[in-house]
């Protein structure tokens, strides 16, 4: 099934939609659709991007999530044109509590999302991939916080890149503003691994093949606690997570699957 999530956006044709959505066997894939812009993240592309992880959220149907880019390049970062065409504080606090507002949803949405990356991914775009809980890319792309090029440090992306890889690698490329391949990316821990193009496809829908034959209670509950025991101190993380695992214990699903390999056959999940 597919389905196509549009709003408005000062640049392409009113009847463009600016995400693409398509649903098979559990797995929602978004697809950024601006490619002549190199899928630069407007305020349109946010809000409809918001809309579609939103009703994702609450699809019970979802149990995983694909993010893409149309054409060549995954996300250029935001639309530097759409910001200078008439500059204000009252817009520049909007687009950027906008942009946290998003990469936030992608953080708490209930379903893992998965980033698949092809060409370049920079400043913005570079956060995104950042932020999703797990990265896949094409040898041929590149990674880029370029804004100390531009007189604009890449402040918001600092968030989720600083999340992602170790604080050396990070500030190397926040100070130096290069591109880095992506066998350096796939190094520092930006993308979990990069694969020949060809290959790219048939990879990221095996793992989202995999994590959608998941009990979908057990990954909405073990992706939730990910998130809030990552900035907590040791001690607070374990009483937080062991918690967790008692009420994960008292799940249906939990029951479910210990029974399920305890009698050597295939769990059948209910999601409770």
């Known amino acids: 099934m597919s389905a196509a999530v549009s709003t408005h956006d ?80 009252e817009l520049y606090e909007a687009l950027f509590t906008q942009c946290s507002r998003l990469m936030l949803t992608i953080n708490r949405v209930r379903q893992p999302v998965i980033a698949k990356v092809r060409g370049v ?8 991939v950042a932020t ?9 792309a590149c990674f880029a916080t370029p804004g100390v090029n531009i007189g604009l440090f890449c402040s918001t992306p600092m968030v989720a890149l600083t999340r992602a890889v170790g604080r050396k690698a990070a500030m190397e490329m926040l100070l130096l503003g290069d591109l880095i391949d992506a066998e350096e990316a796939e190094r520092i821990g930006l993308v979990n691994r990069a694969v020949p193009a ?36 040791a001690e607070g993380a374990y009483a937080y997570a062991a918690k967790v695992m008692t009420e994960n214990m008292m799940a249906q699903d939990a029951a479910e699957g210990i029974d399920a390999f305890l009698g050597k056959r295939t769990p059948v999940w209910c999601g409770r």
Do not use: W
Request: hydrophobic residues 40%.
């Open 10 to 89: 000062s640049h392409p044709p009113q009847d463009t939609p600016l995400v693409l959505r398509e649903d098979r066997d559990g797995i929602a894939t978004l697809t950024l659709n601006r490619p002549k812009a190199r899928n630069a993240l407007s305020m349109g592309l946010m809000a409809a991007l918001q809309d579609a992880l939103d009703a994702i959220h609450e699809d019970n149907s979802v149990r995983a999530v694909v993010l893409a880019g149309a054409g060549g390049a995954f996300c250029a970062g935001h639309d530097l044109k759409e910001m200078r065409a008439a500059p204000s504080r």
């Open 121 to 128: 991914a920079t400043a913005a775009g570079c956060q995104l």
């Open 132 to 140: 999703c809980d797990l990265a896949y890319c094409e040898e041929e």
């Open 198 to 233: 060809d290959q790219l496809d048939e990879v990221v829908d095996a793992v989202a093949a995999k994590i959608a034959s998941k009990s979908p209670l057990t990954l909405a509950t073990g992706k939730e606690a990910f998130y809030r025991q990552i900035d907590m101190d």
